[in-house]
C-alpha cells in the first residue's frame, strides 16, 4: 500500500524566509513523487517531480525537493518565500508511469509582509 | 502552452439527478484520469482510461460513474443519480508517461 502524509496543514512564514513544507511517503515499489501547488480558484499546477536520477530536483519558482529514500521523505524548501508563494501544496506519489496519484492532504502556505 | 480544460466550472444540481462534466484533455496524451476532492480532504482518485476503456479504477468508481471519451475529444465523467455526498470538486488530468496535467476543476453543489 501507498500512503502520503504532510506535515502541517497550515505553514505561515514570513516574505523572504525559508520555506520548508514536509512531506513524507510510504511505498512498496520505488515511488515517482510530485509536488503540485493550487493557487486561490485555480487548477493543480505541477511545480516539480522525482522519478529517477538526481535525488535533488528543481521545479518553477525557484521551489526545489530532495528525495531521501532513507527517511522516505520529499520535502519541498524555497530560500526566500514571496508573497506570491501563498497556495496550497500537495505531495502526491505513484508507482510509476500512468498510474493513480496517491495524495497528502495538503499544506496551505502564509506568506506575511 | 497547452492546457486541460473543463467545464462547467460550477455544477449545482438536485439530488437524484445526473450530472456529466466534461473535460478537454491535451491533444497528443493517452491517458486520460478524474479525481475529486471532497472539501477538507484529500485528492481521491476516480479513474484512469486508456485506449477508451478503463485502466484502473477505484472503490469510489462504482455504477453511479461512467466515463467516457465520445469524440476524440472530449473526455466526460457522468454521475448517475447524485447523492448529497458527491459535492466536491471534480479534477480531470491527462497525461504522457511519468506526469499528470490538471485541469482546473468543477466544483459540484448536489442540493
Known amino acids: 500500500a501507498q500512503s502520503v502524509t504532510q506535515l502541517g496543514s497550515h505553514v505561515s512564514v514570513s516574505e523572504g524566509a525559508l520555506v520548508l513544507l514536509r512531506c513524507n511517503y510510504s511505498?512498496?515499489?520505488?515511488?515517482?513523487l510530485f509536488w503540485y501547488v493550487q493557487y486561490p480558484n485555480q487548477g493543480l499546477q505541477l511545480l516539480l517531480k522525482?522519478?529517477?536520477?538526481a535525488t535533488l530536483v528543481k521545479g518553477i519558482n525557484g521551489f526545489e525537493a530532495e528525495f531521501k529514500k532513507s527517511e522516505t521523505s520529499f520535502h519541498l524548501t524555497k530560500p526566500s518565500a514571496h508573497m506570491s508563494d501563498a497556495a496550497e501544496y500537495f505531495c502526491?506519489?505513484?508507482?510509476?508511469?500512468?498510474?493513480?496519484?496517491?495524495w497528502g492532504l495538503g499544506t496551505s502556505l502564509a506568506v506575511n509582509p | 502552452e497547452p492546457e486541460v480544460t473543463q467545464t462547467p466550472s460550477h455544477q449545482v444540481t438536485q439530488m437524484g439527478q445526473e450530472v456529466i462534466l466534461r473535460c478537454v484533455p491535451i491533444?497528443?496524451?493517452?491517458?486520460f484520469y478524474w479525481y475529486r476532492q471532497i472539501l477538507g480532504q484529500k485528492v481521491e482518485f476516480l479513474v484512469s482510461?486508456?485506449?477508451?476503456?478503463?485502466?484502473?479504477k477505484s472503490e469510489i468508481f462504482d455504477d453511479q460513474f461512467s466515463v467516457e471519451r465520445p469524440d476524440g475529444s472530449n473526455f466526460t465523467l457522468k454521475i448517475r443519480s447524485t447523492k448529497l455526498e458527491d459535492s466536491a470538486m471534480y479534477f480531470c488530468?491527462?497525461?504522457?508517461?511519468?506526469?499528470?496535467?490538471f485541469g482546473p476543476g468543477t466544483r459540484l453543489t448536489v442540493l
Open positions: 488530468a491527462s497525461g504522457i508517461a511519468d506526469t499528470q496535467y
Open positions: 491533444s497528443n496524451h493517452l491517458y
Open positions: 482510461f486508456y485506449n477508451n476503456e478503463i485502466s484502473e
Open positions: 511505498s512498496s515499489v520505488p515511488p515517482y
Open positions: 522525482y522519478t529517477t536520477g
Open positions: 502526491a506519489l505513484n508507482a510509476g508511469n500512468n498510474r493513480k496519484l496517491i
